[in-house]
């Protein structure tokens, strides 16, 4: 080809111009990277049948998490209605023992389980009890015993007339 120049080409080492020993080391090094090829041949369709099968695996525990995620869900759900039916129980537990007991505040019987509300009410009745023998004692303290003679009031006997009129006017003295 004609490019305007009158250069002759000169054969450069490893332009194409190799020597028979080169080749020769070239072929040798093409057949044992052929060899390595053919070798990782066979691992890597060996690695791509391990990935089916992590894959297959994977999709598997993906099923069953789905599954637990379904069972998790659905006692849950029970656990909320059995908490919602248990509350509504105590609550009619609650309502029993304040008609029961009526002479006890309503307000001091509370409780979320019926042993707390068994509690609640034995507690409310010794309070009630306590207040009781308090007020008895004080009834009994203020009480005037049998037999004493009647306070008629003050004696005006001994009062001139003048006298018994103003006691009488000023009103009884307690």
Do not use: C, F
């Amino acid at each position: 080809m004609d490019n305007g120049h009158n250069d002759t080409a000169v054969a450069a080492p490893g332009n194409g111009d190799s020597t028979p020993e080169e080749r020769g080391d070239i072929g040798s090094q093409l057949t044992g990277e052929q060899r390595e090829h053919g070798e990782t041949g066979p691992t890597i369709a060996g690695q791509g049948e391990r990935i089916g099968e992590l894959e297959s695996q994977l999709e598997q525990v993906r099923s069953e998490l789905t599954v637990k995620q379904d069972e998790l869900d659905n006692s849950w759900a029970e656990m909320t209605a059995l908490r919602e039916r248990k509350d509504a129980a105590v609550s009619g537990y609650r309502d029993a023992l304040r008609l029961a007991h009526p002479e006890l505040p309503p307000d001091l019987i509370h409780g979320e389980t019926p042993e707390e509300l068994a509690a609640s009410v034995e507690g409310t009745k010794a309070l009630v009890e306590k207040v009781r023998a308090a007020l008895r004692s004080e009834k009994d303290a203020a009480r005037i015993p049998a037999g004493a003679p009647v306070s008629s009031g003050p004696d005006l006997a001994g009062l001139s007339p003048r006298e018994k009129i103003a006691a009488g006017i000023a009103g009884p003295s307690k």
